[in-house]
Structures are given as structure tokens and as C-alpha cells.
């Protein structure tokens, strides 16, 4: 059943590609500043907390804005996906009521529009690794499996919300509040060694920590992930797609109705 | 094997009282039980479309159709019972679904005709074409917000048509669009048909059902009345509806009239006691379709002999204009006396209205038009069309070129 439901999806790769794409453009209203706009964001972002934490709060970090600036990339990502796919659904009624297709199919695009505006912004950081002069170690192997694996985590956490979104309109209200709460709670701005002792164990149940402390590791400090990070984010990216499209496909008969 | 397979159907929407549609709204009202109604939109609809077929889903508002249309096009669930579909569905359900009013023409094409379900290679060789076809070149470049609402349907129709369908579900598309519009889109309809296409074709235009479709499904109340050969099934729809429903009688009054009516008159010598129409094949109804036959009986009852009577007929349009009237006594027809109960015909043979509620007015009167009885416009019926012409009724002409 799953296997049919992915070969739909193969058969639709032309219309997933297409609404990401258009999406994409639709953010930054089809023009050049639009894109230019995207790129300022993160670096002014980047800015204010550099000054913030480096030089009030006295952070001691090796290569402190290339960390920030890793951190706040991949959490954006991860905050943007689940926030344009918990809309994937409830924002397009006439798509939804009028015409079928898999209905997977919007939130799965709506996560590569995220991607696409990610990968749009780690120019930026290309450019600073770079400046810092930053050497590339064989540890970058692992970004990509980071990445897929982060991907999927969004997209399970995007298919819960997108499908909740339909039946609870103030999901968005409360996962707004929860998605401030854990910016604070995972290390983005700071290490997970000033977490006192015994935040730490419970800061890393949050896939988002190790996803970030790993990339950070192989991208930036030549390190190798730990193989127990890489299989609590294997698993865990394996169990919020499984729980996302579950909870979705349980959902999905009544969208045309109760939207 | 039957390309579209509905078996034991049924559509049961829940309509709570109290809409619930937020987590706060649900933790509060977890302890207060609150009501819905149900609404069976389908019940156990059967039938099965073959290869090539044009099936017509016709019934009034609410019966049902577009729910049984929108089941077959997977976008809402059956409650119970299957539809199998074998082969890839396009959906003319609405056109332009997925318009970016911030794109250009050219843009949206190519994501309309990807929704549509047309390759990627086709969609850029095509587009001058679709362009071309909604008379649009000039517009490609040209974002949607600034088209004319009729710019976008031509162009949503344009895409749309570039489609190889094996299965068009359609939903009264022909309704939108102006005269040429329409026009189009029978061609282009009739040219699916001719190669082959399955149509599923809702309407409420029972002249374009009569032409297009080979068998029709009556659908009334989310019940299904009749499946069967088209013009059997219009026949049924318009001819068949009014038993024990509505006998024709004005202000729904039953057959006998009441006395003191003020659209009754005369010394009642000879009383008119009931007034019938019958249609093509002798059913008694107060529906019509235009062009077919139609039969009064007027019913009498005279109270003493009386000779030389002369009965006649007037007919109003809804409006109350008086469009035609004739009696015995012009037609030539002599009636030496009655007595006693009677009827009295009038053959009409072919209806030339169009479409429209019509009064009738009956009467019998002395030869110097003393009134026996006179029910001034108190029946009624209705004609259904059955060509496109338009109008109140129809002059019999040819074009010459």
C-alpha cells in the first residue's frame, strides 16, 4: 500500500516540483530584491545575536558566527517547512475541494519550497566558510545524510500538523508558541556544555539538538558525528514520518469536507 | 470490464449543531455532548460506465449529483460502498483550479496543465498553441491579476483541452461562458467523444444531456430514480415527477374549485369540473418538453340541457401576457347541446414555446359570450427546453448561405 502511494507520488513528480517551485517564487514575489531580501534576513539575524551574545553575554565559541549562523539555517529550515506545511492544506480550499490528487502531495512541497529557500540562504554561509577560511575535512560526508535526515523529520512533523491544522484552526497559534519556546531550548545560540548537567540529557531527547551539534561538528570543527547521534536522528526522523503520514492518511478522507 | 464501477453508494455528511473547529473549542466542549444532523446525500447508487460511454447525471438542486461526481473524482469519500475507477480521471470540475493571480499567463499555463496531468516536454511545445487558441499572445507576459474574468476561463479552458482524457468527469461547465464560449466547448466535447473518451457529464441542461449522452442516471434526493437510455430517462424526469405532487391546479388548490373564487365567473349552467393536460404518452402532468404533444380535456358537468355551448382556451405567459386563444366556435367546431357530464379535447401538437411557466385560462360560454363558466389563468404548467434556440417560443427557419 505504501509502495502504490509512492509510485502515485512518482507519477506526480512534475506537479510537486511545480508547486514548490511557484511557491517559491510566490514568497519572494518574483523578483531580484525578493531573493536579495532572503539572503539579508538571516545575516541580519546573525548580526544582532553575534553582538548579543559574544559581546554581552560573553560566549566563548571557536568560529562563534559560522556556529550561529549553522544553527540558525537549519533551524529555519525546520520552523519554515512545518510553518508553510501546517498551511499546505487549509490554504489552498480550492485545490482541495475542487480537484484530487494525493493530498501528500502539497505538504510535500510545500517542505521543498522550505529547502529550496535554505538552500538559498546557505550562500551565505558558504561565503563565510570561506572568509574564515574554514578547511573541509572528509567529515562533510555525513552533511548529507544530516540533511535527508532532517528533511524527513520536517516533513513527518509538517504531515502531523498540516493534517491537525484542517480540525484545530488554533494549532498554529500554539505551535508558534512552542516553536519559540524550543528555539530557546535547543543549542543554536549557545553549546549544550553551558546547559547545566541535568537540562542536557533532556535538551537532547529534541532530534533538532543532535541534528544541529552533528552538522556543526562535520561541517565546521572537522569532527564525526557520534554514531549515537546519527541513530537517534535516524530513528527518530523514521518515527515522526511514520506518525505524520499515519495521522494524515487517518485525517485525509475529511479534508474536502471540513475545510 | 467497466471503466467506472459504483456499487451500494452512500454519502452521509454530518452537519454538527455546534462547529468545533479549535482545540480550545474541543477541551471545553469535551463534557457538553452536542448534536448533529445527518444528511444522506447519496443512497445506494448503482451503476457502472463502460469504455466509450457518455453518461448523463441530471436531478434538481440537492439531489446529489455533484456529490456522486466529486466521490467519483476521489476528492470526497464514499460513507459506504466502493467506486472503482480503471483508468486515469480528468476532472473538469471547475477550470483555472490553482490560478496564480501574481503570474503571468505562461506561467500559470504550465502549472494548470501540469494539475491537468500533461507532460512537461508537451506543456512547452503546446503553449503558443493554447495561447493562440484563447486568443491571448499578446497577454503571455501578462500577470492573471490584470485578465478579465473571461480571459481567465478562455485560458483555463484552452489548457485544459490540451489534456488526452480517458476519463472527463464534467460539471455543468457548459453553464459559465457566453454563447461562442459554449459553442467551443461542445466541439471540442463531441471531438472527445468521437475518439473514444468515457464522459460522466452533470447538467441541468437537459438539451445538451439529450445530444451528448447515451444513457442518463436520474438522481432525486440522493436517490437514484431511473438509469437508462437518455431519452427515455428525460422523458421519465420531465414527464414523471408530478404523481401525487402537484396536479396543475393554480394557487395549490385541489380539483374542486372553491366557490367565491375571484378568478372563477358565470351562472354555472354548464360547470367546467376539471381540467387535465396529458403529455406524448397519455400521463396526466403539468410538465412539458417543448416541441412534443400536448392534450387538454376539459371536464363539464351541465346542469340542464343546453344547446349550442362554445368552449375555448387562453394562454398567458407567466407574466400574464396573452399569447394565444381560440375556442370551438372559431376552429369551426359545432356542439348541438350537452348534457349531463362530459369532456371535451384539445389536441395540441406540437408545444412551440421554449421554456417557461405558462397560465391557461378555460372557459364555456353562449355563442354571444354569455358565461356559463370562466377559470380565468387558474392551471398551469411548465415547458422544459430541448434545443438551444432562445426566446419565449420558436419560429420554424432555416439559414441560407
Known amino acids: 500500500m505504501v509502495l502504490d502511494h509512492l509510485k502515485e507520488l512518482y507519477q506526480y513528480r512534475n506537479l510537486i516540483w511545480n508547486l514548490s517551485l511557484s511557491e517559491f517564487k510566490l514568497r519572494y514575489k518574483n523578483s531580484i530584491l525578493g531573493y536579495f531580501w532572503s539572503l539579508l534576513e538571516p545575516l541580519l539575524m546573525l548580526t544582532v545575536l553575534y553582538l548579543v551574545f559574544s559581546n554581552l553575554m560573553r560566549v566563548q565559541v571557536e568560529h562563534y558566527q559560522l556556529f550561529l549562523l549553522l544553527g540558525i539555517i537549519l533551524w529555519n529550515f525546520f520552523s519554515r517547512s512545518t510553518g508553510i506545511g501546517m498551511f499546505s492544506i487549509v490554504g489552498k480550499p480550492g485545490m482541495i475541494k475542487k480537484i484530487y490528487f494525493p493530498r501528500d502531495i502539497f505538504v510535500i512541497s510545500s517542505c521543498i519550497t522550505a529547502l529550496l529557500m535554505s538552500l538559498f540562504e546557505s550562500v551565505v554561509f558558504v561565503i563565510f566558510m570561506f572568509i574564515f577560511r574554514i578547511p573541509i575535512s572528509s567529515t562533510i560526508m555525513y552533511v548529507p545524510l544530516i540533511l535527508v535526515l532532517l528533511f524527513i523529520f520536517s516533513l513527518g512533523v509538517s504531515m502531523t500538523l498540516s493534517a491537525l491544522n484542517v480540525y484545530f484552526r488554533d494549532m498554529q497559534f500554539i505551535w508558534d508558541v512552542f516553536m519559540q519556546a524550543a528555539f530557546f531550548g535547543t543549542p543554536i545560540l549557545y553549546t549544550l556544555e553551558m546547559f547545566p548537567e541535568n537540562l542536557r540529557t533532556i535538551a537532547l531527547l529534541n532530534p533538532m539538538a543532535r541534528i544541529i551539534i552533528s552538522a556543526r561538528n562535520t561541517i565546521i570543527y572537522s569532527t564525526p558525528a557520534t554514531t549515537e547521534d546519527m541513530i537517534y536522528i535516524g530513528v527518530s526522523a523514521i518515527f515522526f514520518l511514520v506518525l505524520g503520514y499515519a495521522v494524515f492518511m487517518k485525517l485525509e478522507p475529511g479534508f474536502a469536507e471540513e475545510i | ?401
Open chain 2, 1 to 401: 470490464m467497466s471503466i467506472i464501477e459504483v456499487s451500494d453508494l452512500h454519502k452521509v455528511f454530518r452537519i454538527p449543531h455546534e462547529k468545533r473547529n479549535t482545540v480550545f473549542e474541543t477541551l471545553t466542549g469535551l463534557f457538553r455532548s452536542s448534536g448533529y444532523e445527518t444528511f444522506h446525500a447519496l443512497r445506494d447508487i448503482n451503476f457502472t460506465v463502460e469504455e466509450g460511454e457518455a453518461l448523463g447525471v441530471i436531478g434538481e438542486n440537492g439531489s446529489g449529483k455533484s456529490t456522486l461526481l466529486k466521490t467519483i473524482a476521489r476528492i470526497i469519500r464514499p460513507t459506504d460502498g466502493y467506486v472503482r475507477v480503471n483508468g486515469k480521471i480528468t476532472p473538469f470540475l471547475e477550470l483555472g483550479v490553482g490560478f496564480q493571480q501574481d503570474f503571468t499567463a505562461a506561467e500559470n499555463v504550465r502549472t494548470y496543465a501540469t494539475i491537468m496531468g500533461i507532460q512537461k516536454r508537451e506543456i512547452q511545445a503546446k503553449l503558443d498553441n493554447i495561447l493562440n487558441f484563447a486568443d491571448l499572445e499578446k497577454f503571455r507576459d501578462t500577470k492573471l491579476k490584470n485578465f478579465s474574468s473571461g480571459m481567465q476561463v478562455r485560458l483555463a479552458f484552452a489548457t485544459a483541452i490540451q489534456t488526452n482524457p480517458e476519463i472527463l468527469l464534467m460539471d455543468e461547465v457548459l453553464a459559465v461562458g457566453d454563447m461562442e464560449f459554449q459553442q467551443k466547448c461542445i466541439d471540442v466535447l463531441n471531438q472527445y467523444r468521437n475518439e473514444g473518451v468515457t464522459i460522466v457529464f452533470v447538467s441541468h441542461d437537459l438539451g445538451s444531456v439529450r445530444r451528448f449522452c447515451d444513457r442518463t442516471l436520474l438522481l432525486h434526493k440522493g436517490e437514484q430514480v431511473v438509469l437508462g437510455d437518455t431519452q427515455h430517462v428525460i422523458d421519465s424526469y420531465v414527464y414523471g415527477r408530478n404523481e401525487g405532487e402537484d396536479t396543475g391546479q393554480g394557487n395549490g388548490g385541489s380539483g374542486s374549485l372553491q366557490e367565491g373564487n375571484t378568478n372563477r365567473w358565470g351562472n354555472r349552467k354548464i360547470e367546467i369540473t376539471g381540467v387535465e393536460m396529458y403529455d406524448k404518452f397519455g400521463n396526466k402532468s403539468v410538465r412539458f418538453n417543448s416541441f412534443d404533444s400536448m392534450d387538454i380535456r376539459i371536464s363539464y358537468k351541465a346542469h340542464e340541457k343546453v344547446l349550442d355551448p362554445v368552449f375555448g382556451i387562453q394562454l398567458y405567459s407567466e407574466k400574464g401576457e396573452q399569447l394565444f386563444g381560440t375556442n370551438t366556435e372559431i376552429k369551426g367546431v359545432i356542439i348541438d347541446h350537452v348534457e349531463g357530464e362530459g369532456h371535451i379535447d384539445l389536441k395540441i401538437e406540437r408545444i412551440p414555446m421554449l421554456t417557461g411557466r405558462f397560465l391557461l385560462t378555460v372557459a364555456v360560454h353562449t355563442r354571444d359570450n354569455r358565461i356559463y363558466d370562466w377559470h380565468d389563468k387558474l392551471y398551469r404548467f411548465d415547458v422544459y427546453p430541448t434545443c438551444r434556440d432562445s426566446g419565449l417560443f420558436h419560429i420554424p427557419c432555416t439559414w441560407g448561405f
